[in-house]
């Protein structure tokens, strides 16, 4: 097996790319260790000293390190992590995969601009987002506001505000004129 890495727009986040499908549907997040006891491989990345997150697409992973941690040190132990879990068979996620947070269907007088808002995200920006190791979900609309949560390698990216604002935000007011802005939200 020869996983691929590659760096992120976030120095503190780096991804591997192991050659196989991670997740079948979705994204999964582990902002800590507590919150990957539903995969077997999270588990055992956060077992490596120095790892603070974990995030799966679905053909990549992302870890992201403490500050005072380094690559050269970790690199070698989270291949070796990768590479023993896809070889022992395990799941990478146990019990029922969950929907991807803020996908959620929308009522209301804003229907058709949260479908619109969606299908943008889903169509131009996840893809971008996900070259640089991580996701971006919706989380709602309200009087000209978009909210969106940043995972992976763009959560604690020193360029994601630059992202949400000149590029996201730009696109959405672009096409939707309803949209005045973008705002990102924590987990």
């Given at each position: 097996m020869f996983i691929q890495t590659e760096s992120t727009p976030n120095p503190a986040t780096l991804k591997f790319l192991p050659g196989q499908t991670v997740l079948e549907a979705g994204t999964a997040d582990f902002p800590t260790a507590e919150a990957a006891e539903a995969s077997p491989l999270a588990t055992r990345l956060f077992g490596v000293a120095g790892v603070t997150g974990v995030f799966f697409g679905s053909d990549f992973v992302t870890v992201t390190k403490a500050e005072d941690s380094a690559w050269e040190h970790l690199k070698p132990a989270l291949l070796g992590a990768i590479m023993e879990h896809f070889q022992s068979g395990q799941p990478v996620m146990?019990?029922?995969?969950?929907?991807?947070?803020?996908?959620?269907?929308?009522?209301?007088?804003?229907?058709?601009?949260?479908?619109?808002?969606?299908?943008?995200?889903?169509?131009?920006?996840?893809?971008?987002?996900?070259?640089?190791?991580?996701?971006?979900t919706f989380h709602g609309f309200e009087r000209g506001v978009v909210y969106l949560h940043m995972q992976g390698a763009c959560a604690g990216c020193p360029s994601s505000t630059l992202t949400l604002k000149m590029g996201i935000e730009n696109l959405l007011r672009h096409y939707i004129p309803e949209v005045t802005e973008v705002r990102p939200v924590a987990a």
């Open positions: 146990e019990g029922e995969a969950t929907a991807p947070a803020g996908h959620a269907d929308h009522d209301g007088p804003d229907a058709e601009i949260v479908k619109q808002i969606k299908e943008l995200l889903d169509t131009r920006v996840r893809p971008a987002v996900a070259q640089d190791g991580g996701d971006i």
